[in-house]
């Protein structure tokens, strides 16, 4: 089978902010792959840091944001073909602009109304990005606006380009904001929260035109989202986050048929289930962490009932599962305990799997523990 090129490479990625309060530690040490044509889901609560890592693969970080170190390798290719690889973080804004924002890496935001200019019309709005990256005819743009339009599902596109965005509804906002995305062909677009804002009739309209798009164009996707619901439908690779930290990644059935950190099987948990006998929906217990003051060790093993005592001492490494499947907790260590996920999230995830229809549940989760424990330290 021919490897896949990669696009994204983020390695060693650290960020802090400068505050009234004191410096934010948001991101300690990101590695995030990604290939051409393929979805990656970033997970987590509010504040885990998803959308300042993929903000700063836009160059677009806040001015009191600080790198303190790393690289954020992008490939792409040329007009002629020849391919070339850059480190975002070393390239100036100006330049970032002229290269990389809206034309090679787009972003489609949580919210519509605040990626719209309320005073352009729509069809400007989609034309502009081709008429200042790559000096489009203004007629062609428009014909291109409009083809844009009716490719993510608006109908009657030449009457919505005289539209204002307060003319159209929350679905229709979001489509156009896709379209204004797409508007350059670029090679990687960035979700963040892309369905929070829209009922959950719309937000399946939606996750399906952005699989269309990108199965039709080739496109690699990465999804900022805390709602596993929606990676369930659209990821290859998750990547979960906790206080600026991956804490566990692998394929999609890693994560959702066999995960291996505490925090994982809290977010599974809480996913609401129509079939499970519990009067309360699971919360996990206290709060996340406040980047002001940085714990030593994990930054999860206040939340976390599973903590050892090393946990207090000493950040874990990332645990090799299988190749596909890494999670950074001292409970992989050969040394530890053995602990099994909550029953009730193992029937849950059997009821999961079986609706899924994948085979032998049970055998199969008895497969994934008798691989054997992970190797010791693999910071891949």
Same mark, same amino acid.
């Given at each position: 089978?021919?490897?896949?090129?990669?696009?994204?490479?983020?390695?060693?990625?650290?960020?802090?902010?400068?505050?009234?309060?004191?410096?934010?530690?948001?991101?300690?040490?990101?590695?995030?792959?990604?290939?051409?044509?393929?979805?990656?889901?970033?997970?987590?609560?509010?504040?885990?840091?998803?959308?300042?890592?993929?903000?700063?693969?836009?160059?677009?970080?806040?001015?009191?944001?600080?790198?303190?170190?790393?690289?954020?390798?992008?490939?792409?290719?040329?007009?002629?073909?020849?391919?070339?690889?850059?480190?975002?973080?070393?390239?100036?804004?100006?330049?970032?602009?002229?290269?990389?924002?809206?034309?090679?890496?787009?972003?489609?935001?949580?919210?519509?109304?605040?990626?719209?200019?309320?005073?352009?019309?729509?069809?400007?709005?989609?034309?502009?990005?081709?008429?200042?990256?790559?000096?489009?005819?203004?007629?062609?743009?428009?014909?291109?606006?409009?083809?844009?339009?009716?490719?993510?599902?608006?109908?009657?596109?030449?009457?919505?380009?005289?539209?204002?965005?307060?003319?159209?509804?929350?679905?229709?906002?979001?489509?156009?904001?896709?379209?204004?995305?797409?508007?350059?062909?670029?090679?990687?677009?960035?979700?963040?929260?892309?369905?929070?804002?829209?009922?959950?009739?719309?937000?399946?309209?939606?996750?399906?035109?952005?699989?269309?798009?990108?199965?039709?164009?080739?496109?690699?996707?990465?999804?900022?989202?805390?709602? =596993?619901?929606?990676?369930?439908?659209? @990821?290859?690779?998750?990547?979960?986050? &906790? %206080?600026?930290? #991956?804490?566990? *990644?692998?394929?999609?059935?890693?994560?959702?048929?066999?995960?291996?950190?505490?925090?994982?099987?809290?977010?599974?948990?809480?996913?609401?289930?129509?079939?499970?006998?519990?009067?309360?929906?699971?919360?996990?217990?206290?709060?996340?962490?406040?980047? =002001?003051?940085?714990?030593?060790?994990? @930054?999860?093993?206040?939340?976390?009932? &599973? %903590?050892?005592? #090393?946990?207090? *001492?000493?950040?874990?490494?990332?645990?090799?599962?299988?190749?596909?499947?890494?999670?950074?907790?001292?409970?992989?260590?050969?040394?530890?305990?053995?602990?099994?996920?909550?029953?009730?999230?193992?029937?849950?995830?059997?009821?999961?799997?079986?609706?899924?229809?994948?085979?032998?549940?049970?055998?199969?989760?008895?497969?994934?523990?008798?691989?054997?424990?992970?190797?010791?330290?693999?910071?891949?």
């Amino acid at each position: 089978m021919a490897q896949k090129e990669q696009i994204l490479k983020i390695r060693d990625l650290d960020i802090s902010f400068k505050t009234s309060a004191g410096e934010v530690h948001a991101i300690r040490g990101i590695n995030l792959d990604l290939m051409k044509g393929e979805t990656v889901a970033i997970v987590g609560e509010s504040g885990s840091g998803k959308s300042v890592t993929m903000k700063a693969a836009m160059g677009i970080l806040a001015d009191n944001a600080r790198v303190n170190g790393g690289t954020i390798e992008f490939t792409y290719h040329h007009a002629d073909g020849t391919k070339e690889t850059v480190d975002i973080l070393k390239k100036d804004k100006k330049w970032i602009r002229s290269h990389i924002n809206g034309k090679r890496i787009a972003m489609v935001f949580q919210d519509p109304m605040t990626s719209l200019d309320p005073t352009m019309q729509i069809g400007k709005q989609i034309m502009e990005g081709m008429i200042w990256h790559y000096k489009t005819p203004k007629q062609e743009a428009w014909d291109k606006a409009v083809e844009l339009l009716r490719e993510v599902g608006i109908e009657d596109p030449e009457k919505r380009m005289k539209e204002y965005p307060h003319q159209l509804s929350g679905g229709m906002r979001q489509r156009v904001v896709i379209a204004i995305a797409l508007a350059c062909n670029p090679d990687l677009l960035i979700c963040d929260e892309p369905t929070t804002a829209l009922d959950v009739t719309i937000q399946a309209k939606i996750l399906e035109l952005i699989r269309r798009v990108q199965t039709e164009r080739g496109i690699s996707v990465i999804y900022i989202t805390h709602d =596993l619901g929606v990676v369930a439908k659209v @990821a290859d690779y998750v990547n979960v986050m &906790y %206080a600026g930290k #991956i804490v566990e *990644k692998g394929t999609i059935n890693d994560i959702f048929y066999d995960p291996k950190h505490p925090y994982t099987w809290g977010l599974l948990s809480a996913m609401p289930d129509l079939d499970t006998n519990d009067d309360r929906l699971y919360t996990i217990p206290g709060s996340p962490p406040n980047l =002001l003051h940085e714990k030593k060790g994990d @930054a999860f093993a206040p939340r976390n009932r &599973y %903590a050892l005592v #090393i946990d207090d *001492k000493a950040e874990p490494p990332m645990f090799k599962i299988t190749d596909t499947h890494y999670a950074a907790t001292w409970l992989l260590d050969p040394r530890a305990p053995k602990v099994e996920m909550p029953k009730e999230l193992r029937e849950r995830l059997t009821r999961m799997q079986k609706a899924a229809g994948i085979g032998d549940v049970e055998s199969f989760l008895k497969q994934q523990d008798e691989k054997g424990g992970p190797e010791d330290g693999s910071n891949e």
